[in-house]
C-alpha cells in the first residue's frame, strides 16, 4: 500500500466513523428506544450503565452501554483511587468482571449481551470522539493491572473500539487477545477496518438468526 494511502487511513477511518454512528442512531432510534422501555420496565432502573473506562492517549471517559445487569450490583467501579501500585491492585481487586452464567444479568440482559446489542449506545461515544467503530475494547482503569506497563500505554495510541479483531474471533484468553489487538494497532489500514466492521455485522445477524 503506499504511504499516501496509509496517511489517508486515518481521515479515511475517522470520516466513515461519524456516518456510520450516524446513520445507526438515525436508523435504529426507535428500536433503542424500546429497548430503553423494555429495561426500565424490567426492574424500574435506568436505562443505560455508564462506566468510566480509558480511551486514547490514557484519557478517561464515561462509555454508554444498555444496563443488562441488576442496578447497583457488588462489582466495584473500576476506578483507581488514589496512586501508586497499591492504589491499582486494591481496585483490581474490588472489580468484577461479567461472566455468561452471572446471576446479576437481568431477563432482558441476557439476550442483549448475546447479540452485542447492549454496545448500541456506544454510536454516542463515537460521534463524540471517545471511541472508533473498530479499535480494542477499553478497559476500565483498574484493569491497568492486568496488562504489561509497555503494552497498557501501547492500546490507548489509538481509539478504543465497539468492535475489534478479539471480538470478531471470539478470542477470549489474554495472550491472544493481545496478539490480534497488536495487528491492529500496528497498522490500523481502512481495509482492516472495513473487515472487520463487516465481520462484526455478519456474526450479530447469524446471531440473531437473520
Known amino acids: 500500500m503506499s ?7 486515518p481521515l479515511l477511518i475517522r470520516s466513515v466513523d461519524l456516518l456510520f454512528a450516524l446513520g445507526l442512531l438515525i436508523v435504529l432510534a426507535i428500536p433503542m428506544g424500546v429497548i430503553a422501555l423494555m429495561i426500565r420496565a424490567e426492574d424500574r432502573g435506568p436505562a443505560l450503565f455508564v462506566q468510566r473506562r480509558v480511551g486514547k492517549g490514557g484519557r478517561a471517559f464515561e462509555i454508554l452501554k444498555f444496563r ?3 442496578v447497583n450490583p457488588v462489582s466495584g467501579s473500576g476506578r483507581v483511587e488514589g496512586s501508586g501500585p497499591a492504589a491499582l491492585a486494591e481496585a483490581r481487586s474490588r472489580f468484577q468482571t461479567t461472566t455468561a452464567n452471572d446471576p446479576r444479568i437481568t431477563r432482558i440482559g441476557g439476550p442483549l449481551r448475546a447479540m452485542h446489542l447492549d ?17 480494542v475494547r ?19 495510541s489509538l481509539r478504543p473500539g465497539i468492535t475489534g479483531p478479539a471480538q470478531l474471533y ?9 496478539r490480534l489487538e497488536r495487528l491492529w494497532l500496528r497498522d490500523p ?20 438468526g437473520v
Not at 504511504?3 to 487511513?9: A, E, S
Not at 482503569?141 to 492500546?155: F, K, L, V
Open 3 to 9: 504511504q499516501t494511502m496509509r496517511r489517508l487511513d
Open 68 to 70: 443488562t445487569m441488576r
Open 119 to 135: 454496545e448500541l449506545p456506544q454510536v454516542i461515544n463515537v460521534l463524540a470522539g471517545h471511541m472508533s467503530v473498530v479499535g
Open 138 to 156: 477499553p478497559d476500565t482503569p483498574a484493569q491497568e493491572a492486568d496488562y504489561a506497563p509497555a503494552y497498557w500505554i501501547e492500546r490507548h
Open 170 to 178: 471470539n478470542v477470549s484468553s489474554l495472550d491472544e487477545r493481545t
Open 189 to 208: 489500514t481502512f481495509r482492516a477496518y472495513i473487515h472487520a466492521v463487516v465481520g462484526t455485522v455478519g456474526k450479530v445477524l447469524r446471531r440473531s
